[in-house]
């Protein structure tokens, strides 16, 4: 035990505080200072109001962008050596203060992310102090209150801030920023406030020492009493709180007011000193008769008289220049003439002035129309007593800069120029101590009382508790913080610490305790802090007690140094043994306090790298130099400790013995299992497949391996003796226990051990049975590699190890009745249900069945002797418990299978029984589906797969030969095919769970998942609906559709569809991905799949009301047997046969406006999406699918119809040009902007949305014509209606195409030119006004154009007005063929 830094609280909005105090502010608003004028004169209590209402009152900063000057800058910087920093002594107030601004910082409690509470100090009150102009804070002080209450256990009732200016005055504030109480003592700078509290005095000799205030002037001294302050602060208090009461009555609040008690107080002037920078009052003493003889003679020479009773006196010191150190006496009362001729002087003239509140206060019994008269002028201020000074420690050139009071009030610490710190002893006025190369240091004191266990035993333990004094001493231009012991001790302690930190010393505790109100109170307080302005942290010192002590007079120090020795000889490595152990016994031997012994022991018995031979050896000597002590002497823990500690050294060394012999005990004739080799031989192929897939090995530490000896520390660790003598194994973390059962048991289940003599060890021992039977199931199933190496072997040295400890005293109970469950047996069955290595538990459960079938065979013949098979629950338990692991086992070998390369992968799912009926009655199905994915296995083949399954027996014989057939370059094909048995397997063990329906649910519902989580990943979502289409009962099918719907499309579905209603188009990639969560390319792929996914959901929907009147009923889902016991979350087609129905023209009316965001992302088609419907459709858009919304009906308006025609007609442009195939022959893919299935989809969405197709169609044959698809276009116009309008189209763009042939091809032929020059004037009119640039495909080869000339002769009626310019087109065409 040693020193320690102890963090108790942060400092929360610390850099709020340093911008406040530092920003400039040159001119103070007016109203902040009519305010604080208020605030002082007249008792406006706003900032107390605000602080009773909220709590956390804060004085609003304007929000300009005022400068943080230079050197308040940085965070590290030294800003708070500039600012005056007080802490209440219960750390749960702290003052900052600078200039004439100050923050106030109060506690409170918050939970870290750990859940623990922590506290935290956070800005409660800013503000500006000062009222006199130029005046600033010089010195301030927190003082907590006690509580009057009798049910008040220590903690204060509220901390009165005292806030001392250079002005002159000392103003009084609550914790909330308001003013209680302003006295102007005298007019000069104050330089320090320095407080005294009662403390209980330790020794009945010393005198109670009075509570007061002192204030320091730079030439005189004023102390308020204490009792007087705390009731006249209580009076100020509650006056405040009548006031913030009656605020609002008719009654003004100085109506009623009381009168506060009367503030005594007494002012020194003090003489004979240059300059005086601070002080201490030590408070009353009383000199003994020597001394007082002592004097009498210095100052009333040989004949003086002395008195029977030495007078009281005060002593006051301080420290400055001119002397470095002075003392002063005040005496108290009367005393001896000679003695006290100068005292009874200074007693004549001295004021003892008692103030009523009138004088020194402002704002009581006033009105308010008489408060600001007497405001202007100063209060009077009462003439100093002087007090001369009674002797000093001169040293002309050494300055002192501040003193620090001990505890006790006999010490001293002072600090000067010089970087020295010296030690004072006050009683004798003599510098006893003093320490170099500490410039601006800062002191502090710290009492640490003497443990109660130390001295309990000892015959002084009635008398008072010791106390230890420390002085810490923070030297802030090395960073580091000392801790020396009193008076002449060494340093015990040091810290390096930030070079910018306060050290907080208060040197007071709660004011307005006594002797009485102090019974049973525990003062919480904190003696000395350090505060760090960089992290804002408040840390403590811890010392113990011990470090007071001297080596000379402390056996307990002596003891603590040997344990550093014998922790120094442990840690190094170049000890011989021999040398080791003598040394270690030698020191254990001669430490003499059993506490620190008992540490010592533990110590070497946690030692990795002492051997067990040493160990036993020096516990083996104390235990034997304990026995041989009084036993009234010996310490009974220490005792029980040794002996058990050499009882496990002793089992530890005999089990090692008995692994490392070579004598193996044979195995008995009668011991082969009956029927175990059929259950192997069944289950092999599984055990070998399983065996092929199990997990690499990773990499792990050497220590953490259970090759690796285990040591005997963490065999000692592990283990404990109880009282009755008995061991009892402490289960720690997992690799701890798997380590210390295979060294236990690994070498018998190998069978290099004789294990009878293992087990016969153990029992002696005292462990019981079953903890030996857990760790010997820890490590048969966490070595299932090395097992299924040899499970033959393995097998049976386990049912032998099983037989032999079920054999066991306490094993199995001897009035257990086969007919009841066993919990011997029931321990193995948990422990294999909670097994993920299934190999090894189906194999342990092949075994402990065996064992158990035994055991209950041999006690039912025992009690009936007949030939009678017993049948007992237990067995029917064991059924269960091994078809459930074949079942896991065949499931786990699925799911060990790797992914392929380039798949997406993941974390291997391990399952158990556990695992599998705590995941419900999908949790079977959830597993596979997970497989599904990281396998990456397409639907169709996943369907192909499931559809072998039906069709395997007929299929066996071909695939047979087919396999017999293939090549050895068909590898990849062979890891498929095996994939696909495994999973047909799995289906077969689970019939109901796996069913098809259910997988591809389940599965649909994995791969939406992993979209949701990825959704740039548009391939899983479609997946997920091609997963969906294969599910064949259609309420499963609606129900997963709506929730997919509800739960991950519609939000992102709607959000898409108001980005496009916001541009008014495509959006961009980066619009996307700040929108919807994805890109722009994944936004189109989701909207299609939203348009497959709703148009499944109305076929369903529409399928299951076609049913209804047909009473086609939901399918009945069931679990397997074995399975029965399930308990979990539903599966998912649980919970889609639970969704309720969908009202279809909703969900129509969603597909269309899925439909049209899809096209418009597809052919980046300018469109407001919402523009496109009614009020009526845009209010119906993104409801519950199952609710009955009002739709649109009738008619809609022509313009809204011509609107949704131009986003058609635009759609069918977009589809021919990004066809652009010429060429007849080339079919057009499914997917994408070139899937033949636009224009159909295009006729639908024109017949819902009230659009005439006839329109459509011709504006798709123009285009196709346009862009040179002739062919197309024949078979389109083949469903047009109105060919006149047609023909008058397909016309203009014949025209076009021979106007470019003819006037605008860049090689015209002579024949070209001699036929343009024959042609009909008014055709060569109308083929000049033709613009062949509307053309995107002009260059037509004439056979086309031809073809199309004679389509439109055909098509137009001979009446028609352009007839006759058909005919000439045709003749020109066929004209331009026959010349080329």
């Not at 929360?12 to 109203?31: G, I, S, W």
């Not at 997988?999 to 997920?1024: I, M, S, T």
Request: proline share 5%.
């Amino acid at each position: 035990m040693s020193c320690s830094l102890f963090e108790f609280c942060r400092l929360q909005e610390f850099k709020t505080v340093r911008d406040f105090l530092f920003r400039n502010q040159k001119t103070e608003p007016v109203e902040e200072k009519r305010q604080t004028e208020d605030n002082e004169l007249s008792w406006d209590t706003s900032d107390w109001e605000s602080a009773w209402d909220s709590g956390d009152n804060k004085e609003e900063e304007s929000s300009s962008d005022a400068k943080v000057e230079e050197d308040a800058g940085g965070q590290g910087e030294p800003w708070l050596q500039d600012c005056v920093v007080s802490l209440s002594p219960c750390s749960d107030l702290l003052v900052v203060a600078r200039e004439h601004k100050a923050a106030f910082l109060s506690a409170k409690w918050r939970t870290d992310n750990s859940g623990r509470e922590e506290m935290t100090l956070a800005v409660s009150w800013t503000g500006t102090l000062s009222t006199e102009e130029g005046e600033c804070v010089s010195s301030t002080i927190c003082i907590p209150l006690a509580s009057q209450k009798r049910s008040s256990t220590g903690r204060p009732d509220w901390t009165c801030v005292v806030v001392g200016f250079t002005s002159g005055y000392v103003r009084f504030y609550t914790e909330s920023g308001v003013l209680l109480l302003a006295q102007l003592l005298h007019e000069d700078p104050v330089l320090r406030l320095k407080c005294r509290t009662y403390e209980i005095p330790r020794h009945p000799g010393v005198s109670e020492q009075h509570e007061e205030l002192s204030i320091l002037y730079p030439a005189a001294l004023v102390t308020i009493d204490g009792f007087s302050l705390f009731q006249s602060l209580r009076a100020c208090r509650n006056q405040v709180a009548r006031v913030f009461a009656t605020k609002h009555s008719a009654t003004a609040a100085g109506s009623d007011a009381i009168q506060p008690p009367p503030l005594a107080y007494k002012k020194w002037g003090l003489q004979e000193m240059d300059n005086i920078v601070d002080h201490s009052s030590v408070g009353i003493m009383t000199l003994c008769v020597f001394d007082q003889m002592k004097n009498a003679s210095i100052l009333g020479g040989f004949n003086a008289s002395v008195k029977g009773s030495p007078p009281a006196m005060s002593q006051y010191v301080t420290v400055g220049s001119g002397p470095y150190t002075g003392f002063y006496y005040a005496v108290e009362g009367s005393s001896q003439p000679l003695l006290s001729h100068v005292a009874m002087a200074v007693a004549s003239k001295l004021t003892s002035a008692l103030f009523s509140a009138a004088s020194g206060w402002l704002g009581w019994n006033k009105n308010k129309n008489e408060e600001e008269a007497p405001q202007k002028q100063k209060p009077k201020v009462e003439p100093a007593t002087p007090l001369n000074i009674r002797f000093g420690l001169p040293d002309s050139r050494r300055h002192g800069e501040s003193i620090c009071l001990s505890p006790c009030n006999t010490l001293a610490g002072v600090t000067d120029d010089f970087g020295r710190v010296t030690l004072l002893d006050l009683a004798r006025g003599i510098a006893i101590r003093m320490w170099k190369g500490y410039r601006d240091a800062q002191l502090g004191w710290l009492q640490v009382p003497e443990e109660r266990s130390d001295r309990d035993l000892s015959p002084s333990a009635s008398l008072p508790r010791r106390h230890a004094l420390f002085l810490i001493i923070y030297a802030p231009r090395r960073g580091i913080l000392e801790v020396w012991a009193m008076q002449q001790g060494p340093r015990v302690g040091a810290f390096t610490v930030g070079k910018h930190c306060r050290l907080l010393y208060a040197g007071y505790r709660l004011m307005g305790v006594n002797s009485v109100t102090s019974q049973g109170w525990q003062l919480h307080t904190q003696q000395a802090c350090l505060l760090d302005p960089i992290t804002g942290a408040l840390r403590t010192v811890n010392i113990p007690f011990h470090l007071a002590l001297s080596d000379k007079k402390s056996e307990r120090a002596k003891d603590m140094h040997l344990v550093k020795k014998l922790t120094t000889l442990l840690r190094s490595r170049d000890t011989e043994l021999d040398i080791l152990e003598n040394e270690a016994r030698s020191i254990l031997l001669d430490i003499k306090h059993p506490a620190v012994k008992k540490q010592a022991l533990e110590s070497l018995l946690s030692n990795k790298n002492t051997p067990v031979s040493c160990l036993t050896n020096i516990t083996r000597a104390l235990n034997d130099t304990l026995k041989q002590q009084d036993p009234e002497e010996v310490d009974a823990a220490l005792l029980q400790l040794c002996s058990s500690q050499l009882k496990l050294l002793q089992l530890y060394t005999d089990i090692q013995q008995l692994h490392s012999a070579a004598d193996v005990e044979p195995s008995a004739e009668n011991d082969s299992l009956e029927g175990i080799e059929e259950e192997l031989s069944r289950v092999a192929p599984t055990l070998q497949r399983y065996a092929q897939f199990t997990p690499r090995p990773s990499v792990s530490f050497a220590q953490d391996s259970l090759d690796s000896p285990l040591p005997a520390q963490a065999f000692l660790s592990q283990m404990e003796c109880t009282e009755d003598e008995e061991v009892k194994v402490m289960r720690g973390s997992e690799t701890e226990w798997n380590q210390l059962g295979n060294f236990l048991f690994w070498r018998c289940l190998c069978g290099k051990s004789p294990l009878h003599k293992v087990c016969y060890t153990l029992q002696q021992a005292g462990i019981s049975p079953q903890q030996l039977l857990a760790l010997l199931l820890s490590v048969w199933l966490h070595r299932e590699k090395e097992v299924l190496q040899k499970p033959e072997e393995s097998v049976r040295n386990l049912h032998r190890l099983l037989v032999a400890l079920s054999n066991m005293k306490g094993a199995v109970d001897e009035s257990w009745d086969p007919q009841s469950i066993s919990p011997w047996w029931q321990q193995v069955r948990t422990t294999c249900v909670q097994s993920h290595n299934a190999a090894a538990a189906l194999l342990a459960a092949l075994v402990a069945h065996r064992a158990a079938k035994a055991s209950i065979t041999s006690r039912a013949d025992r009690k009936l002797q007949t030939e009678w098979e017993a049948v007992s629950l237990e067995l029917e338990q064991w059924v269960v418990c091994v078809h459930q692991l074949e079942d896991v086992l065949v499931l786990q070998t699925l799911l060990l299978v790797p992914p392929p390369p380039g798949a997406a992968g993941g974390a291997t799912v391990q399952c158990s029984i556990k695992t599998l009926l705590e995941g419900g009655t999908g949790g079977i199905a959830d597993s596979v589906s997970k497989w599904v994915f990281r396998q990456d296995i397409s639907p169709e083949r996943l369907k192909e797969i499931l559809q072998m399954r039906e069709n395997k027996e007929t299929d066996d014989n071909v695939e047979q030969r087919e396999e017999a057939e293939r090549t050895e370059e068909e590898e990849t094909q062979k890891d498929t095919d095996r994939t696909a048995e495994l999973l047909l397997a799995v289906c077969q063990r689970f019939p109901h769970s796996l069913s098809p329906d259910l997988l591809f649910a389940h599965c649909c519902w994995e791969y939406v998942v992993q979209w949701n989580k990825d959704p740039e990943e548009g391939r899983y979502l479609c997946w997920a609906v091609e997963h969906l289409k294969l599910v064949s009962s259609p309420h499963i099918q609606q129900g997963v559709s709506t929730m997919m719907w509800s739960t991950f499309i519609v939000k992102r579905f709607s959000a898409a569809a108001f980005l496009m209603e916001k541009v008014g188009k495509a959006p961009k990639d980066r619009l996307c991905r700040r929108d919807v969560g994805m890109g722009d390319k994944a936004m189109t792929s989701f909207l299609g799949c939203c348009v497959q996914l709703l148009n499944i959901l109305m076929e369903v929907t529409g399928v299951l009301a076609d049913s209804a009147v047909e009473e086609v009923s939901a399918p009945e889902l069931s679990i397997e047997e074995a399975w029965c016991g399930a308990e979990g979350p539903a599966s998912i087609a649980e919970l889609a046969l639970e969704q309720r129905g969908v009202h279809y023209p909703l969900v129509q009316h969603h597909c269309l406006l899925a439909s049209l965001l899809h096209a418009a992302m597809t052919f980046n088609v300018k469109v407001k999406p919402f523009g496109l419907f009614d009020s009526k459709g845009k209010n119906a858009f993104f409801r519950d699918l199952a609710t009955i919304q009002l739709m649109p009906s009738g008619d809609m308006d022509p313009g809204l119809i011509s609107v949704r025609q131009e986003f058609l007609l635009r759609v069918l442009t977009g589809w021919v040009q990004a066809i652009d195939d010429p060429a007849s022959s080339t079919s057009l893919p499914s997917i994408g902007p070139k899937a033949d299935w636009w224009p159909s989809l295009c006729l639908e969405l024109g017949s819902l949305l009230q659009v005439n197709p006839d329109i459509l169609r011709r504006h798709l044959v123009c285009e196709l014509y346009n862009q040179g698809l002739d062919l197309r276009a024949e078979e389109v116009m083949l469903e047009v209606e109105d060919k006149d309008v047609l023909g008058s189209q397909l016309l203009v763009l014949t025209g076009q195409r021979l106007s470019y042939t003819l006037l605008h091809s860049q090689d015209q032929t002579q024949a070209a030119m001699e036929l343009l020059a024959r042609l009909p004037p008014t055709l060569c009119t109308w083929l000049k006004a033709m613009d062949p640039r509307e053309l995107r495909c002009p260059l037509v080869p004439l056979p086309q154009t031809s073809r199309l000339v004679g389509r439109l002769i055909e098509i137009l009626p001979e009446n028609h007005a352009q007839y006759s310019l058909a005919l000439h087109l045709l003749e020109a065409v066929e004209v331009l063929i026959t010349e080329d």
